[in-house]
C-alpha cells in the first residue's frame, strides 16, 4: 500500500478495493471501484424507468401529462401516486447518474 495512503484509508478497505478491481494503486483502484458502482447505480435506474414505462405503456413525461390532465384510472390512490414518486425518481437519478459517468470519461 502506498505510504501516502495509509494514515486516510483502512488497510482491510484498501485490500477489499484492491482485490476488488485487482489494482494494486489505490487511486486507480478507487477510480475503477466507482465507475463499476455508477454504471450497477444507472442500470439499477434504467431497469426501474423500464419496469414502469412497460406497466403503463407511456414513457414519464407522456405519464405525467396524463396523470395531471385526469386520464390516468385511480390516479390518486395509494399504488399510482407511490409508482408516480417512484418513477420520477428513477428517471431524476437516471440523469444524474448519466453525468456523472459522463464526468469520469
Not at 21 to 37: G, N, Y
Not at 73 to 86: G, I, L, P, T
Amino acid at each position: 500500500m502506498n505510504s501516502m495512503y495509509t494514515d486516510i484509508i483502512p488497510k482491510p478497505l484498501y485490500q477489499v478495493l484492491s482485490d476488488l478491481t485487482q489494482e494494486p494503486r489505490f487511486e486507480i483502484a478507487l477510480s475503477v471501484a466507482i465507475k463499476d458502482l455508477l454504471r450497477l447505480k444507472l442500470k439499477e435506474a434504467r431497469e426501474q424507468v423500464a419496469l414502469f414505462e412497460q406497466r403503463y405503456q407511456l414513457n414519464f413525461s407522456a405519464f405525467k401529462v396524463a396523470w395531471e390532465d385526469g386520464y390516468i384510472a385511480n390516479a390518486h390512490s395509494y399504488q399510482v401516486e407511490r409508482d408516480y414518486w417512484e418513477w420520477e425518481a428513477a428517471v431524476t437519478d437516471t440523469a444524474r447518474l448519466q453525468q456523472m459517468v459522463e464526468r469520469l470519461l
